[in-house]
């Protein structure tokens, strides 16, 4: 057995998806965190186990920093950072697709000109990464890495390939859904979030302890991007949309910036 | 309000998407004031996560939190107050910054100079958020509302610990993610989520 996870086994055996589909079952019978995200003690995705904080979070008012957030402008993000299939002279395979949305706050107003980063497999399912041992083939033109920024409407747009699905060592035959990760900030550094997108239909959802780690149905579903025949470019590409809500909606701080930033 | 979406993990492969040439290089080599910050990040056993991601952003040495691009791409010029490095195969990590100061609006919360920081690793299914404080800032430490609310063993947690850099004075802050020594993790959400800042504003101590 390979490893795509670099780290040793947790425990002594490995469990099977059957009992992983059992902790699964229970856990999903558990109430859900109120803001729908995952809890970090989540027994069915093993790295949780020494990862996870055992003492409650503090809770503190966020600081003048925390209600700020770092900045980024066309200094920091190229146009083809964006088009993750023009990374390299030639064409990667698989299937070219375009990822767009939004990414707006809690009151649906849109987080403009701030940072977007995604990373993702190959369409074999592998990363080029040197702790993913997967034996599926790198493809040459594709890294798998790229930033873009929301525009005034908060908008983003990614052009990419869909990635496939891939084997971790969580369990024996623990299989990731395809998915495409996303880092995303907002207009203060408490709003910052990393996820996933998801793509409609899979079937390995329900055997996922990763996704399933979201145990809210309702919750899962705004992980799924939704196939979308007017983003869809003729001749070029298949379409998906995927809209981020961010925590909180904040009023912007009073004025300590910087009187000359951006 | 709108239903917000999920975190997930970072997982064990942000390494070509997240990291960047120069995340720890907040100011460069020789800058007037420089500070080294380092540290190991550990697990509930002990061990080092060589697969972390740590962020820090922070207010500059006037007290201004920065609102100035260029993190990804830096100048050499202009302090951007953010930073991003992934621990190595030792757990540990490495930033070049300038100390902080409180951010000077006297009316705000009297939070002492700190770093804000986000955890991030795969096993985490969600961020964490903790603080860097600097022990010298004494008056102002006693006085935060977060310090002053922990005992001296959880306080700590979230104190830098001079220990004399290369470059220019140096500071240790190590991350525990679990058990013993278990660092201070904060929940930020408590100001509700619409409420301006003005909502979390203590009141201006008297004179």
């Known amino acids: ?262 | 309000m709108l239903e917000l979406t999920p975190s997930q993990t970072v997982g064990p492969f942000f390494a070509f998407g997240l990291p960047f040439s120069g995340g720890g290089d907040v100011v460069p080599v020789g800058t007037p004031g420089a500070i080294t910050l380092h540290g190991t990040v550990r697990d509930g056993a002990g061990a080092a996560v060589p697969d972390a991601l740590l962020e820090f952003w922070q207010a500059g040495p006037d007290g201004r939190v920065p609102a100035r691009p260029g993190s990804l791409r830096r100048d050499g010029r202009t302090f951007t107050g953010f930073a991003r490095v992934a621990t190595d195969r030792a757990g540990d990590y490495r930033l070049r910054t300038l100390r902080p100061a409180a951010p000077s609006d006297a009316v705000q919360v009297r939070h002492a100079p700190h770093l804000a920081v986000t955890v991030f690793a795969r096993g985490l299914l969600h961020h964490l958020f903790t603080r860097v404080y600097f022990p010298n800032h004494v008056q102002a430490n006693a006085d935060d509302p977060l310090l002053a609310a922990l005992d001296e063993e959880r306080r700590a947690t979230l104190m830098a610990v001079p220990d004399g850099g290369v470059t220019g004075p140096g500071y240790r802050f190590d991350v525990r993610m679990q058990g013993p020594g278990e660092t201070v993790f904060l929940d930020l959400s408590a100001h509700g989520l619409a409420q301006p800042p003005a909502e979390t504003v203590e009141t201006p101590e008297t004179p």
Not at chain 1, 66 to 83: Q, S
Not at chain 1, 167 to 195: E, Y
Not at chain 1, 203 to 211: A, V, Y
Request: no cysteine; proline share 10%.
């Open chain 1, 1 to 262: 057995m390979t490893t795509t996870d670099g780290v040793p086994d947790p425990g002594p055996r490995t469990a099977t998806q059957r009992e992983v589909s059992a902790e699964i079952a229970t856990a999903a019978g558990a109430a859900p965190r109120t803001d729908g995200h995952p809890d970090r003690a989540y027994l069915p995705y093993r790295s949780t186990a020494l990862r996870a904080p055992q003492r409650p979070l503090v809770v503190s008012p966020p600081s003048l920093t925390e209600l700020a957030a770092p900045v980024f402008g066309i200094a920091d993000v190229t146009p083809i950072e964006a088009d993750l299939t023009r990374h390299h002279t030639g064409d990667p395979l698989g299937e070219r697709i375009i990822v767009t949305g939004r990414v707006i706050d809690g009151d649906g107003r849109p987080v403009r000109n701030q940072l977007v980063e995604i990373w993702q497999a190959n369409a074999s399912g592998r990363y080029r990464h040197e702790g993913d041992q997967h034996p599926a083939p790198l493809d040459p033109n594709f890294t798998g890495g790229g930033r873009a920024l929301t525009d005034e409407d908060g908008t983003y747009r990614f052009v990419t390939i869909k990635p496939g699905a891939y084997p971790w060592r969580n369990h024996t035959n623990a299989w990731r859904p395809a998915h495409i990760h996303f880092s995303l900030f907002g207009t203060a550094f408490t709003q910052r979030l990393v996820t996933q997108m998801y793509f409609p239909g899979d079937p390995l959802f329900g055997l996922d302890p990763i996704f399933q780690s979201v145990t809210d149905e309702k919750a899962q579903q705004r992980l799924i991007a939704a196939y979308d025949h007017d983003v869809t470019e003729p001749e070029w590409a298949l379409g998906y949309r995927w809209d981020i809500v961010l925590d909180g909606a904040h009023a912007t701080p009073p004025d300590t910036d910087d009187p000359d930033g951006a």
